[in-house]
């Protein structure tokens, strides 16, 4: 059970102001398998019930190759929290940057993938049709999935995470101007054990399984 949902699934936020259009992003095509980050537009992650600005900043960029989508969070973060070493550990109790895809973009199914301070993965497949309750499968591996987390002092400290998640293991792969619906989040948590939830598309609630709430991804060769 995530706790994305299991302990944020019902916590609703009395007096939200009303939640913002749905964003979309322009996910620009490279034709090597090695980013250069530099030249890829950024999104900012905001409060993820109020929409507000968070404490600890967080940018997202994500652009695409042919086989692989890319996937990478600029974190400011003054207190690093996370006790988890084994695939599929429960990180969503502690610091961690995720993100959710569904790539039919009906919000029936759709794949989470967790990514911890210190590299390690949790990711699992969610389907969620109507009339049944929504089911997690931590069991599900995405084989292909590489990942990296690297340290960085200027110019604040910064924890960044990167995805490289194979089309192959999503099984859809994409095409010029094809859309999918996509969320970015982020947990992180304070000295004094505070944590802060942080959203791409704010959904109201801390709850991040709201896959109505995903923003959009345009996939675009400029």
Same mark, same amino acid.
């Given at each position: 059970?995530?706790?994305?949902?299991?302990?944020?699934?019902?916590?609703?936020?009395?007096?939200? !102001?009303?939640?913002? !259009?749905?964003?979309?992003?322009?996910?620009?095509?490279?034709?090597?398998?090695?980013?250069?980050?530099?030249?890829? /537009? /950024?999104?900012? =992650?905001?409060?993820?019930?109020?929409?507000?600005? !968070?404490?600890?900043?967080?940018?997202?960029?994500?652009?695409?190759?042919?086989?692989?989508?890319?996937?990478?969070?600029?974190?400011?973060?003054?207190?690093?929290?996370?006790?988890? *070493?084994?695939?599929?550990?429960? =990180?969503?109790?502690?610091?961690?940057?995720?993100?959710?895809?569904?790539?039919?973009?009906?919000?029936? /199914?759709?794949?989470?993938?967790? %990514?911890?301070?210190?590299?390690?993965?949790?990711?699992?497949?969610? *389907?969620?049709?109507?009339?049944?309750?929504?089911?997690?499968?931590?069991?599900?591996?995405?084989?292909?999935?590489? $990942?990296?987390?690297?340290?960085?002092?200027?110019?604040?400290?910064?924890?960044?995470?990167?995805?490289?998640?194979?089309?192959?293991? %999503?099984?859809?792969?994409?095409?010029?101007?094809?859309?999918?619906?996509?969320? =970015?989040?982020?947990?992180?948590?304070?000295? =004094?054990? $505070?944590?802060?939830?942080?959203?791409?598309?704010? $959904?109201?609630?801390?709850?991040?399984?709201? !896959?109505?709430?995903?923003?959009?991804?345009?996939?675009?060769?400029?």
């Amino acid at each position: 059970m995530n706790a994305s949902q299991d302990e944020n699934s019902d916590v609703k936020q009395e007096g939200t !102001p009303a939640l913002p !259009p749905l964003p979309e992003y322009r996910c620009r095509h490279i034709s090597e398998d090695a980013p250069d980050w530099a030249g890829i /537009a /950024a999104i900012e =992650l905001a409060d993820v019930a109020a929409g507000t600005r !968070p404490r600890m900043r967080t940018a997202a960029r994500s652009c695409w190759s042919d086989t692989t989508l890319y996937i990478r969070f600029e974190c400011e973060d003054d207190c690093v929290v996370s006790p988890y *070493t084994k695939r599929d550990d429960p =990180l969503y109790e502690a610091d961690v940057v995720e993100c959710f895809i569904d790539t039919a973009g009906m919000g029936r /199914a759709y794949y989470e993938f967790n %990514l911890s301070p210190h590299n390690v993965v949790f990711d699992s497949y969610i *389907t969620n049709n109507p009339g049944e309750p929504t089911a997690f499968h931590p069991e599900w591996d995405a084989q292909q999935l590489v $990942t990296s987390v690297v340290y960085a002092s200027q110019p604040k400290r910064q924890v960044i995470y990167e995805y490289a998640i194979a089309f192959s293991d %999503l099984k859809a792969t994409p095409n010029t101007e094809t859309e999918w619906r996509i969320n =970015l989040f982020r947990i992180d948590e304070d000295e =004094l054990g $505070t944590r802060e939830y942080t959203a791409w598309s704010p $959904t109201g609630a801390v709850n991040f399984h709201v !896959p109505e709430r995903f923003g959009t991804f345009r996939f675009t060769k400029e």
